[in-house]
């Protein structure tokens, strides 16, 4: 008598079954955290849109006051905050790598 005669078909069929359920588990899992991910990341972006505008309107409207003859010690004597400096890091970091680019050496394997 072989192995295969004593399962019952309904018996291997759901154990499959729950092995797959199992397994899709782990799927589901997986997408639920990618969609919290992804949605979290799109308030990021929208919240870093929403500073940026929020920056953009105080410079502006600190300029107006310093224009309109408030001095910046005025300004922040009453309390009113200093629109921060732009940030510049980007540039910097892209000429360092140019920089760093063109003192690397090149070796000519033809000639050598």
């Known amino acids: 008598m072989s192995a295969i ?5 309904d018996t291997v069929l759901a154990r499959a079954r729950a092995a797959i359920d199992t397994r ?5 899992s997986l997408f639920d955290a ?3 991910a992804s949605a979290a ?6 919240a870093r849109t929403a500073a940026a505008d929020a920056d953009t309107a105080l410079a502006k409207a600190y300029k107006e006051a310093v224009d ?3 001095t910046p010690a005025e300004l922040k004597s009453a309390g009113l905050p200093t629109p921060a400096a732009p940030r510049t890091t980007g540039r910097r970091a892209r000429a360092r790598r140019t920089r760093t680019a063109a ?4 070796t ?3 000639t050598g």
């Open 34 to 36: 990618a969609t919290a």
């Open 5 to 9: 005669t004593t399962l019952d078909k």
């Open 68 to 70: 309109a003859g408030w």
């Open 24 to 28: 899709t588990r782990y799927v589901e």
């Open 103 to 106: 003192k690397t050496p090149t």
């Open 41 to 46: 990341h799109s308030a990021v972006t929208a």
């Open 108 to 110: 000519d394997t033809a």
